[in-house]
């Protein structure tokens, strides 16, 4: 192109932009005449769950779902019969990573489910990760010689200690599958052992107890988390002697005796000082240790809704450590020349982390505190690097943390409870800060000593009420009640925890070394007893309100609902009130699932609920106050004692006749009482009967015969020495060893039939055929050394207890939701 024909094109270009625009008035026409002509496509709406996804997103709160998922996963590896195998979970777990990793066409929302399925994999992982050793429950209760070492003690109420024990071995009979650790109790007054020092005696022992009725709480699961394999008592006094192999303890365990012993040292200096009930509060807020705290003042502090106090938790931690850092920054701004070469705020903020990683030490280390210790360093760590930490991620990463190393901690209450409050309080009080803040901006930040007064119990009070909602949720799942006067409970007396007790507690721990603690002991008795009086007048008040055992569906969707709300920032949020509301509805409206019928896993208490009504008839006149007030709680039963029919002189009598002679005698006593209870000639053999059943328990296999000839079920509370021996088809028999294999039994009538034969009885069993750690001993015949599994499969002892079975043994209706 030439030079003139450039400057040509040139020349147009800058014609054209100065080029006179067109009319406005010509343009708006032109423009509404085209609009008539062709209608302007609707702009596309975005549908609003997707907005409010996409502003969860934006809000970048989706990491508060990764914990949920490792909780969840946890929580569904755990209720299961058996473990998940791992190479089952190993491969849906790739395939997820695949995806998540390799596919880069993957929107925002898709990463983030992927993301959750692959966090409910790894928690469902980390259980099988923490069964892999060994654990040994004792299989059946069994008197012998014990030799130990006691790893740690506790004194009761009556000044009894329980000692935890290193089994070293047994002997008379010597138990050939003995658990490592035992817990007992020393009866008998002599001198107290000192953690570390070899005990030995005779002891009952017996294996911790399954769930009381099928969906309550598992003691031998709770046993599994302390390591614990068999619980008794020693006839007599233990006795000091050296032991004939020392145990080999390892790094951990010599550790945690070291530990065990500070904690009994500091318990014994509080017991020198305080007596009753401020001295067990006081070793509980220090060492955690409740063995001392009388059950009266425990009813008082649940009904007022101040069991908290007793659990070392978020506000101990902070109480603790918070006191220690403004004490020692305090101190150190004392030196202006410190203040000018150090940063003092920065050196306080380690000093805390010091105190409240002893604190987390001698206090045992349970899982609230784990909770509360994790969310404080952080907020530490953060002081030292100044950022600002006090975020809902402090509480995710916590979870994260304890659920990966510990994951059979999700199902505890410690745990649910601990989370949920501390989440409530800083979802809400994140909010409430930065209306706090551009509120004080708005006022200048001028505030007098009596606003900041209001404002303080204010505060309690909105503290007593998130954190009471928040719990109450799974209070009631695991209580079955709830404390309706918690609020004006915690605004009395944690004024006085948060002023007096808690740091009266850390001045007499760090006076200890030098035996000075007399005083700030004896000044933290009082303010104990102040609380304790405010318990029992606010637990006066008739607060304490039974809920019953909920439906699990009303427990899902409350669990559900707060864990949405929880963590949803958008319009999506209030969808977790609306799942909250209707559990709550779900309370009040629809009726719990009752059982007609209840059977203790040893077979010795039986419960029969009359038609239509919420009456119970037992079998015995002292029956255990452990099993029954825990029946009571999840079913709100009244009980109707049995009946006896004669004096022991006749009842022996009659039960040495033969059956021909023992029913028309028996039917002679009965006939003198109407009323529809247990009928019984002796706590060996009771009888009852209505228009659907007839149930027999005895105490001796001797009266199984008299008992076969009329009942449908007989409860044999021994084991069935002979096996052939044993009833018509048509009858069902439960000795002490089915029951063991199945734990405790609940029975529904099953209003489909009409005929009155036992089989027509739904049946749900506590264990429910399941083989994980905390089961297994009791599908372990110690005669024949071996397993009988329950889909019959004979497994010898190789000193290994996890093993992989699952078949239905009973041949009856069962369901695997406890229901």
Not at 88 to 111: D, E, H, Q, W, Y
Not at 124 to 147: K, W, Y
Not at 239 to 261: C, G, H, I, Q, Y
């Amino acid at each position: 192109m030439s030079t003139e024909d450039e400057n040509y094109q040139i020349d147009k270009r800058e014609s054209a932009d100065r080029k006179v625009p067109k009319n406005p008035i010509y343009m708006d026409l032109n423009r509404f005449i085209r609009g008539l002509v062709t209608p302007a496509p609707a702009p596309l709406k975005q549908p609003a769950i997707q907005r409010w996804l996409d502003e969860e997103v934006h809000f970048g709160h989706t990491f508060l779902w990764f914990p949920i998922g490792l909780i969840a996963g946890a929580y569904f590896n755990f209720t299961r019969q058996n473990d998940i195998p791992i190479a089952a979970l190993i491969l849906p777990f790739s395939i997820l990573l695949t995806i998540r990793v390799c596919i880069n066409g993957l929107s925002v929302r898709s990463k983030y489910i992927v993301s959750l399925g692959m966090a409910f994999i790894v928690g469902a992982i980390a259980v099988n990760f923490e069964h892999r050793g060994e654990f040994i429950i004792l299989d059946q209760s069994v008197t012998t010689n014990v030799e130990g070492l006691v790893i740690a003690k506790e004194i009761g109420v009556n000044d009894m200690p329980r000692y935890k024990i290193e089994v070293v071995d047994t002997s008379n009979p010597r138990i050939f599958r003995s658990p490592t650790v035992i817990q007992l109790v020393a009866r008998s007054s002599h001198k107290v052992f000192e953690v570390g020092e070899p005990i030995k005696g005779r002891a009952r022992l017996s294996p911790p107890s399954g769930p009381v009725f099928p969906g309550g709480y598992d003691f031998s699961s709770a046993a599994l988390q302390k390591n614990i394999g068999a619980y008794g008592f020693f006839y007599g006094k233990p006795e000091r002697e050296v032991l004939s192999a020392p145990p080999k303890l390892d790094l951990r365990t010599k550790f945690l005796v070291s530990v065990n012993w500070v904690r009994s040292e500091i318990a014994y200096r509080i017991r020198q000082q305080l007596n009753g009930d401020a001295a067990g509060i006081a070793s509980a807020l220090i060492v955690s240790d409740r063995r001392a705290i009388s059950k009266s003042a425990v009813e008082s502090l649940r009904a007022s809704g101040l069991a908290h106090v007793l659990a070392i938790s978020g506000l101990h931690m902070v109480l603790a450590s918070g006191t220690f850092f403004f004490a020692l920054r305090l101190i150190l701004s004392l030196f202006p020349t410190l203040v000018q070469s150090f940063p003092v705020k920065k050196i306080a903020a380690f000093g805390a982390i010091i105190a409240a990683s002893s604190y987390l030490t001698i206090s045992g280390a349970p899982i609230s505190a784990q909770r509360a210790w994790i969310m404080l360093v952080i907020v530490l760590l953060a002081v030292l690097m100044d950022r600002p930490a006090i975020t809902l991620r402090n509480v995710a990463i916590a979870a994260i943390v304890i659920t990966v190393i510990s994951p059979s901690a999700v199902m505890t209450p410690g745990f649910q409870m601990s989370f949920s409050a501390a989440a409530a309080l800083v979802a809400v009080y994140t909010g409430w800060a930065n209306f706090s803040a551009a509120y004080e901006r708005s006022r200048g930040g001028i505030y007098d000593g009596f606003i900041f007064l209001v404002r303080f119990f204010i505060g309690l009070a909105a503290t007593a009420i998130i954190a009471g909602l928040a719990t109450g949720i799974f209070a009631v799942q695991h209580f079955y009640q709830f404390a309706g006067y918690g609020v004006l409970g915690n605004v009395l007396a944690m004024p006085i925890v948060t002023l007096l007790v808690m740091p009266l507690a850390l001045l007499s721990v760090l006076l200890m070394p030098f035996g000075l603690e007399t005083w700030p002991l004896m000044a933290m008795g009082w303010s104990i007893e102040i609380v304790i009086m405010i318990a029992e007048w606010v637990a006066s008040l008739g607060s304490n309100i039974a809920i019953g055992k909920p439906s699990p569906i009303a427990s899902f969707l409350a669990s559900v609902g707060f864990v949405v709300f929880i963590c949803f920032r958008s319009k999506l949020r209030f969808t977790g009130l609306a799942l909250i509301g209707f559990s709550a509805l779900g309370l009040l409206m629809v009726n719990p699932k009752i059982p007609d019928m209840l059977i203790s896993e040893d077979g010795k208490l039986v419960g029969i609920r009359k038609s239509n009504t919420n009456q119970l008839s037992i079998n015995r006149s002292r029956p255990s106050k452990f099993i029954l007030d825990q029946w009571l709680d999840a079913y709100k039963f009244q009980i109707g004692k049995p009946i006896q029919l004669s004096n022991k002189q006749k009842a022996k009598e009659l039960l040495s006749e033969e059956t021909v002679e023992f029913w028309p005698k028996f039917d002679g006593f009965s006939n003198q009482t109407a009323f529809a209870e247990f009928k019984c000639v002796s706590s060996q053999f009771c009888y009852f009967e209505n228009g659907e059943i007839k149930i027999a328990t005895i105490t001796d296999q001797r009266y199984l015969r008299i008992a076969c000839d009329r009942a449908n079920i007989v409860i044999l509370s021994t084991r069935l020495k002979d096996e052939n021996s044993t009833c018509d088809k048509n009858v069902m028999v439960l000795d002490q060893n089915s029951l063991r294999r199945t734990g405790s039994l609940a029975l529904y009538r099953n209003l489909d039939k009409t005929s009155q034969s036992t089989l027509d009885w739904n049946i749900v069993s506590a264990i429910n055929n399941s083989v994980r750690p905390w089961t297994s001993h009791r599908y372990y015949d110690w005669r024949s050394r071996s397993y009988k599994m329950p889909n019959g499969e004979i497994v010898k002892y190789h000193g290994l207890t996890n093993f992989k079975a699952n078949a239905p043994e009973l041949n009856t209706k069962t369901n695997d939701s406890g229901e």
